[in-house]
């Protein structure tokens, strides 16, 4: 019997405590939670956003620079000849102080090569995507390709030649290595698993820390980074083929290609692991403390009640010369303990008065 109400009272006792103690704390973790993980997921977002933009300022200021150079050229008399004695000298001077630029060469309205600045013999540009391009208005034309020389990516550049009047002569086009670009990129770390790549407007790998995936221009229209871009999402968190968790951000550069900063979500979000190690610490720490303290207050509490019960039991079975503790408590136990006593003396007193009647 007195076994039962001490585990009655200690369960419900340990309940309430815990309950006390624990509720608040969750209640507290769960907001905490929310809040660490909002201010963390926009603190990542704005660390590869921050990356962007620094390489994609990069690389739109590599590519103005070459277009404005080439505008310069342009202009010149040597190259508005259209002659290629006057035009080579001028061209030869772009592959000289400009070290990625391998081939500077003209064309007539054509397509027709006439001057070239690595003096070989000529050729016909005219199906080229860059001289096209120019050719039906664009002020500068592109093309990516893979350089039939070093095999890696390359870009050609162009621009029109015009008269006074405003009327195409030719085009001037540079061939160049994206080696020094793609440097830039490719050493571009992000912790321990982070890095950037950048596609062109086909979604055809221009940089990648893979090199053979950069030297093969694989095709990435199928990374979720950049489908999540063209969908209008700049940031996305997503399962890679390895099923790693990869948080990414993408955004365009100026010349409609694509720039992916990513880093794995374990360590891109290693603040939201500390801290939910640090609050299950802090709630595994009071559940142990609580039930220490739930143990202790139990005991105190029931040992004397155990004491009364087991008094009262003696009371019913004739023994009534006991001494009972607790008498000078000032709480439920000791106002229990007085009213056991007054018991025990009720009972004394009706059988005392029973032996004088008899």
């Not at 585990?7 to 939670?33: C, D, E, N, R």
């Not at 080439?70 to 290629?84: F, H, P, V």
């Not at 290609?257 to 720490?285: D, G």
Request: proline residues 2%.
């Amino acid at each position: 019997m007195a076994k039962k109400v001490t585990f009655g009272i200690s369960q419900k006792l340990l309940l309430t405590l815990l309950a006390v103690a624990l509720v608040p704390l969750l209640v507290i973790w769960f907001f905490s939670y929310q809040s660490i993980t909002n201010l963390t997921t926009e603190k990542v977002n704005q660390e590869l956003t921050a990356i962007n933009q620094t390489l994609i300022a990069q690389v739109d200021d590599w590519v103005d620079l070459n277009q404005r150079m080439l505008l310069q050229n342009a202009s010149l008399d040597s190259i508005q000849s259209m002659e290629a004695s006057r035009q080579n000298p001028t061209l030869q001077t772009v592959t000289k102080y400009y070290d990625w630029a391998y081939l500077a060469f003209t064309t007539d309205p054509k397509g027709n090569n006439i001057g070239r600045s690595d003096g070989k013999k000529t050729k016909y540009y005219g199906d080229r995507a860059y001289f096209k391009q120019v050719v039906e208005g664009q002020q500068f034309g592109k093309q990516l390709l893979i350089g039939k020389t070093s095999g890696k990516p390359a870009m050609v550049l162009s621009t029109g030649i015009f008269n006074q009047a405003g009327q195409l002569k030719g085009v001037l086009a540079q061939a160049m290595t994206l080696t020094e670009l793609s440097g830039k990129i490719v050493s571009n770390r992000i912790g321990q698993t982070g890095f950037t790549f950048l596609v062109d407007e086909k979604d055809e790998v221009i940089a990648h820390p893979d090199a053979e995936m950069t030297k093969s221009r694989v095709n990435l229209s199928k990374n979720q980074a950049v489908q999540a871009l063209k969908q209008g999402n700049a940031a996305v968190i997503y399962d890679d083929m390895n099923g790693e968790k990869i948080v990414a951000v993408g955004q365009k550069t100026a010349q409609g290609w694509t720039m992916v900063s990513q880093q794995n979500y374990a360590e891109a979000y290693q603040l939201i692991k500390a801290e939910n190690q640090k609050a299950l610490s802090i709630l595994i720490a009071t559940l142990i403390v609580v039930c220490l303290i739930a143990v202790f207050v139990a005991r105190s509490l029931t040992a004397p009640i155990r004491d009364l019960t087991e008094i009262a039991d003696k009371y019913s079975q004739g023994q009534l010369d006991l001494k009972i503790t607790g008498l000078d408590r000032n709480d439920e136990i000791g106002q229990l303990s007085q009213a056991i006593e007054r018991l025990g003396t009720s009972i004394r007193m009706a059988i005392s008065r029973l032996q004088k009647k008899k």
